[in-house]
């Protein structure tokens, strides 16, 4: 049989051995070091941001982001169900509590018409709105032309989780750009890897210089130790920035092999009633980070998860899109604007083997897969 595909792997080669050597032979080993500077001046020129402050993780990203904003207890901040649980778990821990909002059944996207129920209802009641994080899903961004102007007309600040969407764009506008400041995450599984990492990028000075401090303990600039804030120790070690500037040369070219994947499922369900590619059709502006399939069972006969299970005895791995954050246990009891859809992506969505670092060999045999599921697919 043949080796486990998974859905998304980490895309990594010589470059990248070569670049975290160097890194290390350099004696740059602590979490910081020339890398970590270069890979934040890198990745501002690319997203097109003044200030860039790398980090551990995305999740650390989103928790500063918040406190950067002011974001804590009593507080309520806003933020689609459909989303990986870090996004709802980093408002948790600055205290406030998360307001959950549906999506666009075509894009899974946060809704902007519930969005503005919702923040109107809220501000009837009297309740503050600390911030709005919306999410750019699967590396498709969000429409953040009515999104920002919502959030403006009630001058609530905006934390954009991309996490996701590096290389997206919005109206020719980087994804990591918009609101009051942008996260990315580093992950194993997204478009480019530190191994493990995250990345907050904002035009504010300020809120860059507080997210260095926050991240590095907190510390006084004085020669002993000295503290006047609760910090954390959330910096980007140097080796992993290394790891990092030698992705970003390859982006592009990540993107490209993620698409041609999306354009290879796209011909393959073509003619199967029942079954469309997730997102639409308009996704030139996407990064292609992952390919999903929603699936209409009604129409096709076949459900995503009976797919499922004849991909895994293939031993090729997929995935229902994220569990809406409201039907988490975790988050049972959160306030929520529901329309259903997130709930109905959830059960109809089947992620797919998405990787750049798939070979012709494996993108062969999930292809090959695919078609032995019957005359269901051919
Ligand atoms: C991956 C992801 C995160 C968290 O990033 P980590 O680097 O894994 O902490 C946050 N939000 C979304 C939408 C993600 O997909």
């Not at 764009?169 to 890897?193: D, E, P, V, Y």
């Not at 592009?252 to 354009?263: L, Y």
Request: net charge negative; hydrophobic share 45%; with cysteine.
């Amino acid at each position: 049989m043949n080796k486990r595909i998974y859905m998304s792997s980490p895309d990594v080669g010589e470059l990248e051995e070569r670049y975290v050597l160097a890194a290390m032979r350099s004696g740059w080993i602590a979490p910081l070091g020339p890398d970590v500077d270069a890979f934040e001046a890198e990745m501002a020129a690319r997203v097109g941001v003044t200030h860039a402050v790398a980090l551990s993780s995305g999740t650390a990203a989103l928790h500063l982001g918040l406190l950067g904003l002011g974001v804590g207890p009593g507080d309520i901040v806003v933020t689609p169900t459909m989303t990986f649980a870090a996004t709802a778990n980093a408002i948790v821990y600055t205290g406030a509590e998360p307001y959950f909002i549906d999506c666009e059944l075509v894009t899974g996207n946060m809704d902007p018409v519930l969005l503005r129920e919702a923040l109107e209802q809220l501000y009837r009641a009297g309740e503050k709105v600390a911030a709005i994080v919306p999410v750019d899903l699967l590396g498709k961004a969000v429409n953040y032309t009515a999104i920002c102007a919502i959030a403006d007309g009630y001058g609530i600040p905006v934390l954009a989780d991309a996490a996701e969407s590096l290389g997206a764009t919005h109206h020719g506008q980087a994804a990591g750009s918009f609101g009051r400041a942008s996260i990315l995450s580093f992950n194993g599984n997204k478009i480019m890897t530190t191994s493990g990492g995250g990345m907050l990028l904002t035009d504010d000075a300020d809120l860059a210089t507080h997210t260095r401090y926050l991240a590095t303990q907190a510390r006084q600039p004085v020669k002993h130790y000295e503290h006047t804030d609760i910090g954390y120790n959330y910096r980007l070690s140097n080796l992993l920035a290394a790891l990092g500037r030698a992705q970003l040369t390859r982006l592009d070219g990540m993107i490209a092999r993620r698409r041609a994947m999306r354009e290879t499922y796209r011909d393959l369900f073509a003619a199967v009633p029942g079954v469309e590619i997730f997102g639409g059709e308009n996704d030139e502006n996407d990064n292609f980070w992952l390919t999903s399939i929603v699936v209409d069972s009604a129409v096709s006969g076949w459900t995503a998860d009976e797919l499922s299970a004849h991909l895994l005895l293939g031993n090729i791995e997929s995935r229902p899109l994220w569990k809406p954050m409201h039907l988490q246990p975790a988050f049972a009891g959160a306030r929520a604007r529901l329309n259903g859809n997130a709930e109905r992506l959830f059960r109809r969505g089947l992620t797919l083997p998405s990787g750049s670092a798939l070979s012709t060999t494996q993108i062969d045999q999930v292809v090959g897969r695919i078609s032995t599921f019957g005359s269901r697919v051919s």
